[in-house]
């Protein structure tokens, strides 16, 4: 079995209404950006997000949310105060990882990885590291807020 095991899908295979088509994986890599800054702005350098990631996968304790974005998506942007309450209201069991597709080489592996095709993209992985489930391309804030409450209730 291939680690960590494929991840079992929550959303529905759905085009986005009306916003920005998400990038193909041949075309666009993705980056991780891994905590929401005191401003209210998601962001960091590669170099940051890359040493937010390790301390995230390396806490073994808690389970970790991924959740891929740009900062050019509308319902990207529309989900950092829900993400932030997730990640406030469930800090004793969940760390949380932004990551953003506007660094596009750098982590297009992780993007493979994980099938992440369309953003935003929220992946549950268990404090082993392995993926319990993921999203898939978004219909509204509203349908990824349901997605997002449904991996928080797993």
Not at 82 to 104: F, G, I, K, P, Y
Not at 120 to 144: E, K, N, Q, V, Y
Request: net charge neutral.
């Amino acid at each position: 079995m291939p680690w960590p095991p494929a991840p079992r899908v929550v959303a529905l295979h759905l085009q986005h209404p009306g916003g920005r088509k998400a990038r193909q994986l041949a075309t666009v890599g993705m980056s991780l950006i891994l905590e929401a800054h005191r401003d209210g702005r998601y962001g960091g350098s590669p170099q940051h997000e890359e040493a937010q990631l390790g301390r995230v996968l390396a806490d073994k304790q808690r389970y970790s949310l991924l959740l891929f974005y740009s900062s050019h998506c509308k319902l990207c942007q529309a989900l950092q105060p829900v993400v932030e309450e997730v990640e406030t209201n469930e800090r004793h069991r969940l760390s949380v990882a932004r990551l953003n597709t506007d660094h596009e080489v750098q982590w297009a592996p992780e993007m493979l990885h994980y099938q992440v095709d369309t953003v935003p993209c929220f992946i549950l992985l268990a404090p082993d590291g392995s993926a319990l489930c993921r999203t898939t391309a978004p219909r509204s804030l509203d349908h990824m807020t349901r997605c997002l409450q449904q991996m928080v209730d797993l």
